[in-house]
């Protein structure tokens, strides 16, 4: 799509810097801060949102509260927000926002180019975070600055790095550069590492278990995982392994599987074709994939041969039989609720199923851009960041509460 939209009332000015709408630990929103008015870099958590009466438009990157939740705070102002297709239906069914709400948000698809005056566009590209992430390119008179959103720069059957770059190259026209990096995992164990955690975790099975469950946080880690799985299994055992879902994801799973199927990478999700390639898998077939409301409906999965249950932390409550059965953590287990229902841990790495870069990628990613006039992490303390960027003496700063401006 090279598609224009046209908006040019907003008459921004010119470019001044960045500050954090929100402090770290409520959340992402970066503020642009330009003469006449401001973009919103995200929206952060619910109710945390600090607005400037010289906010203009908010772009969402993705469905996460951490970054949508802000969205509430919206409704009522003169604020124009903008998202894609993918990440508006999932806010919807995480009613995060609800009809009235849908109004007010402007679509903005990948490939699109929302002109908002004669010198600032914005262009949204497809991120591999979780379903329908975007980042936002904005070039702004002869400055080019990507918002990378959320992202996974690489993993055990992807790599994002050559495309994000791509994004940063610059042209003649173009005099300088600004990349604000997600860096949430930043000196934190639980970031994308590259080993096949779906080769180990079927081992473990083979060799211990017939069943387990796996537990995440997100759903999208949950889809994630079991696709890697299914990757793994349909060419040689596929039919000695089954996979129950919680009935409340099926409808998050609809979404990718349709969109998947219609292979629209561009406005979908770059980590479901990451791992498939062009490969068009059918995903587990129906005799194999079963959907639950609760414990009452395992019953149907007393002879399946070897199981493979999944569950967001949140709902583990619903399934008191899971109590029995050993399990696996998608992320760091103190995140986690009601871990005294489940049993025997099976102790593995499951970074790869994570949705942040680890801390060994995103030092290898910066200290290759060397013709990136400013790196900017976020999404963390600020103090962790000024530890992590001296320990490993890369070239970068971070976003601060306090206005940093662009040289």
């Known amino acids: 799509h090279d598609d224009e939209i046209n908006h040019n009332e907003y008459q921004l000015g010119d470019i001044i810097g960045y500050e954090a709408?929100?402090?770290?630990?409520?959340?992402?929103?970066?503020?642009?801060?330009?003469?006449?008015?401001?973009?919103?870099?995200?929206?952060?958590?619910?109710?945390?949102?600090?607005l400037s009466k010289k906010d203009k438009i908010a772009l969402v990157s993705h469905s996460h509260a951490d970054h949508s939740g802000g969205i509430e705070?919206?409704?009522?102002?003169?604020?124009?927000?903008?998202?894609?297709?993918?990440?508006?239906?999932?806010?919807?069914?995480?009613?995060?926002?609800?009809?009235?709400?849908?109004?007010?948000?402007?679509?903005?698809?990948?490939?699109?180019?929302?002109?908002?005056?004669?010198?600032?566009?914005?262009?949204?590209?497809?991120?591999?975070?979780?379903?329908?992430?975007?980042?936002?390119?904005?070039?702004?008179?002869?400055?080019i600055i990507v918002y990378a959103g959320d992202i996974i720069l690489k993993a055990n059957r992807f790599?994002?790095?050559?495309?994000?770059?791509?994004?940063?190259?610059?042209?003649?026209?173009?005099?300088k550069t600004y990349l604000f990096l997600d860096s949430t995992m930043a000196s934190r164990p639980h970031g994308a590492s590259q080993i096949n955690i779906s080769r180990e975790l079927l081992k473990s099975i083979d060799n211990k278990f017939k069943k387990c469950?796996?537990?995440?946080?997100?759903?999208?880690?949950?889809?994630?995982?079991?696709?890697?799985?299914?990757?793994?299994?349909?060419?040689?055992?596929?039919?000695d392994y089954s996979f129950v879902f919680p009935r409340y994801i099926k409808k998050l799973f609809a979404l990718m599987h349709t969109s998947f199927i219609k292979r629209d990478a561009n406005n979908y999700d770059q980590i479901l074709f990451g791992q498939y390639g062009k490969s068009m898998s059918a995903w587990g077939e129906s005799r194999w994939l079963y959907w639950v409301n609760d414990d009452s409906d395992l019953n149907i999965c007393s002879d399946m041969g070897k199981i493979i249950y999944f569950s967001t932390s949140d709902k583990l409550k619903l399934?008191?039989?899971?109590?029995?059965?050993?399990?696996?953590s998608i992320g760091p287990k103190d995140k986690f609720e009601r871990y005294d229902l489940l049993g025997e841990e099976i102790l593995l790495d499951t970074s790869p199923w994570t949705m942040h870069s680890s801390s060994d990628t995103i030092i290898e990613f910066v200290n290759s851009l060397s013709s990136i006039n400013e790196i900017?992490?976020?999404?963390?303390?600020?103090?962790?960041?000024?530890?992590f960027v001296k320990k490993n003496n890369i070239q970068c700063t971070y976003v601060k509460s306090s206005i940093c401006t662009f040289e």
């Open 376 to 387: 900017i992490l976020f999404h963390d303390f600020t103090k962790r960041l000024d530890r």
């Open 213 to 239: 469950v796996l537990v995440a946080r997100d759903p999208e880690q949950l889809v994630y995982a079991f696709i890697d799985l299914f990757y793994h299994i349909k060419e040689t055992k596929r039919n």
């Open 73 to 143: 705070s919206l409704i009522g102002t003169e604020i124009d927000i903008y998202t894609n297709q993918v990440t508006l239906n999932i806010l919807l069914i995480k009613d995060i926002i609800n009809e009235q709400m849908r109004k007010k948000i402007h679509i903005l698809s990948p490939g699109n180019i929302l002109k908002i005056d004669k010198n600032t566009t914005i262009e949204a590209f497809p991120v591999p975070h979780c379903v329908g992430s975007v980042g936002f390119k904005i070039q702004h008179k002869n400055i």
């Open 21 to 50: 709408a929100c402090s770290g630990e409520e959340g992402t929103s970066i503020r642009l801060i330009f003469n006449n008015g401001n973009i919103l870099l995200d929206t952060g958590l619910p109710n945390k949102l600090v």
């Open 159 to 175: 790599n994002y790095i050559d495309t994000l770059k791509t994004l940063l190259a610059k042209d003649n026209e173009i005099q």
């Open 319 to 328: 399934f008191p039989s899971f109590a029995n059965i050993p399990y696996a």
